[in-house]
Nanobody, 117 residues
Framework: QVQLVESGGGLVQPGGSLRLSCAAS????????MSWYRQAPGKERELVAY????????LYADSVKGRFTMSRDNAKNTVYLEMNSLKSEDTAVYYC??????????WGQGTQVTVSS
């Protein structure tokens, strides 16, 4: 069983920064590809960033390229999302997801990010 716990969300002004963390309670964390998703009110959940098991294979949504950076620390079973130059349209609940073949998807409970003056 995989448990994911996101943290680091909050209220920030436009142009500000936040760093989200996702701590995983799982054996062999390094074998899971990790992703960050977000869901704004009234909208579908969308992929924000993806990272493969080895830390490569990085993918970002066009809307966050150049502003968000995803990283992982396999020794700490944790992935991060560094968010800079935040905009009001980044307001959403942010979720992390773990995946590997034959295990399926595992989701965290989400952390709220609100960008507002």
């Amino acid at each position: 069983q995989v448990q994911l716990v996101e943290s680091g969300g909050g209220l920030v002004q436009p142009g500000g920064s936040l760093r989200l963390s996702c701590a995983a309670s799982v054996f062999a964390f390094s074998t899971y590809a990790m992703s960050w998703y977000r869901q704004a009110p009234g909208k579908e959940r969308e992929l924000v960033a993806y990272m493969s098991t080895g830390g490569g294979g990085l993918l970002y949504a066009d809307s966050v390229k150049g502003r968000f950076t995803m990283s992982r620390d396999n020794a700490k079973n944790t992935v991060y999302l560094e968010m800079n130059s935040l905009k009001s349209e980044d307001t959403a609940v942010y979720y992390c997801k773990a995946w590997r073949p034959r295990s399926g998807d595992y989701w965290g409970q989400g952390t709220q990010v609100t960008v507002s003056s």
